[in-house]
C-alpha cells in the first residue's frame, strides 16, 4: 500500500545522543532512518517526508513518540522490519494517516518523570504542581529557542510510588527543556530551597530560573493524534501483554524495559 503511515516508537536514551539526527552521532532518528533504507522502506529523509512528532534531549527516554513517512512499504511486515534492524528503538503500532498528516501536530503530549525521593514534602509539591496548570509565562522555565513562552498545561501531578516521587505532566505542545526545568523547580520547592511565591513571581516572567533536572529520569510516555492503531504481531509482545491491545498496556511493557536499562529503582516499577 502506497501512502502516508504514523508508527509509535520507544526508545532508551542513555544509548543515543538525543533523538533528532545529527552529523557523526547516533541518535534515535538516525537509527530509524538508517532501518528505513536498509529494508527498502525509503529512498531519503527529504524524499520520503520523514518527520517525527516530539524531540528529546540525550538521556530522555520515549515510550510513545510518533513518526510519519511515506511508503509503499507492506504495512504488516513494517514493524516486524524496523524491528529486525533497529537497536535501542522499538516500533509497536501503526495507522495509515492523510498525506497532509505531520506528526508535529498532536492533539496532546504526556511526560513523566521519576524523581529519587530524598526526604522532599510531596505535598508541598503538589501544591507547587498546581500553580503550572493553566496559561503561564514559562520563560524562566524553558529555553526559548524564539519561540513565544508564554504556554499552556492541561496538569501536573506528583505521587509517591514505589519509593520514587513520580511527575506526570501533559499539555499539547512543550518549550525546551521545560519539563525538566519544571521538575526542577518542583524537587527544590519539596526540600525547602524555592519557596511558592518564588515560583509564582517565576512564572509572572520575574526572578529567576530553578535549575534543570537530570535528563536520565524523563519518560515521553505518549504524544496524542487520535490515531486508529495496528499494533504488532502479538507473537511480538510479551506475554503479560499478549492478549492485550491497549495502548497503555503497551507502552508500559516498555517503560519497564527501559527502566531496568536505565536502573532505576525496581521497586518503581508498576
Same mark, same amino acid.
Given at each position: 500500500?502506497?501512502?502516508?503511515? $504514523? ?6 536514551? $542513555? ?27 525509503? +529512498? ?9 512528532? =516530539? !524531540? ?38 501503526? /495507522? ?9 501536530? /498532536? ?19 503538589? !501544591?507547587? /504542581? ?5 496559561? +503561564? ?17 492541561? =496538569? ?28 526542577? /523547580? ?14 509564582? =513571581? $517565576? ?9 534543570? $533536572? ?30 492485550? !491491545? ?6 508500559? +511493557? ?17
Amino acid at each position: 500500500m502506497s501512502g502516508r503511515v $504514523a508508527v509509535k516508537f520507544a526508545y532508551e536514551g $542513555a544509548e543515543f545522543m538525543g533523538s533528532q539526527r545529527q552529523p557523526r552521532v547516533r541518535t534515535a532518528e538516525s537509527e530509524l532512518l538508517s532501518a528505513l533504507a536498509k529494508i527498502g522502506a525509503i +529512498h531519503s529523509a527529504g524524499e520520503n517526508r520523514f518527520r517525527v512528532a =516530539s !524531540r528529546t534531549d540525550r538521556g530522555v527516554s520515549a515510550l510513545g513518540n510518533v513518526f510519519a513517512v511515506d511508503t509503499d512499504f507492506r504495512r504488516q511486515e513494517l514493524l516486524s522490519a524496523l524491528n529486525a534492524i533497529c537497536q535501542d528503538v522499538y516500533c509497536y503500532a501503526y /495507522a495509515e494517516v492523510p498525506d497532509s498528516f505531520s506528526p508535529r501536530r /498532536a492533539k496532546g503530549r504526556w511526560y513523566q518523570y521519576h524523581l529519587s525521593y530524598r526526604g522532599q514534602d510531596v505535598e508541598l509539591m503538589r !501544591r507547587c /504542581a498546581a500553580e503550572f496548570q493553566g496559561e +503561564h509565562e514559562f520563560r524562566l522555565f524553558c529555553k526559548p529557542d524564539g519561540k513565544v513562552t508564554k504556554r499552556s498545561l492541561d =496538569s501536573v501531578e506528583v505521587r509517591m510510588e514505589g519509593g520514587m516521587i513520580v511527575i506526570d505532566l501533559k499539555a499539547r505542545e512543550f518549550l525546551r527543556n521545560m519539563v525538566r526545568r519544571i521538575v526542577s /523547580a518542583l524537587d527544590q520547592v519539596g526540600r525547602g530551597r524555592v519557596s511558592l511565591d518564588e515560583v509564582r =513571581s $517565576a512564572l509572572q516572567g520575574e526572578g529567576r530560573s530553578m535549575g534543570l $533536572a537530570e535528563p536520565e529520569g524523563l519518560f515521553l510516555m505518549d504524544v496524542d493524534h487520535g490515531l486508529d492503531l495496528v499494533y504488532g504481531p502479538l507473537g511480538q509482545m510479551p506475554e503479560k501483554v499478549e492478549q492485550a !491491545r491497549d495502548g497503555a498496556l503497551v507502552r508500559l +511493557h516498555y517503560l519497564e524495559l527501559l527502566q531496568e536499562k536505565t536502573h532505576l529503582a525496581a521497586s518503581s516499577l508498576k
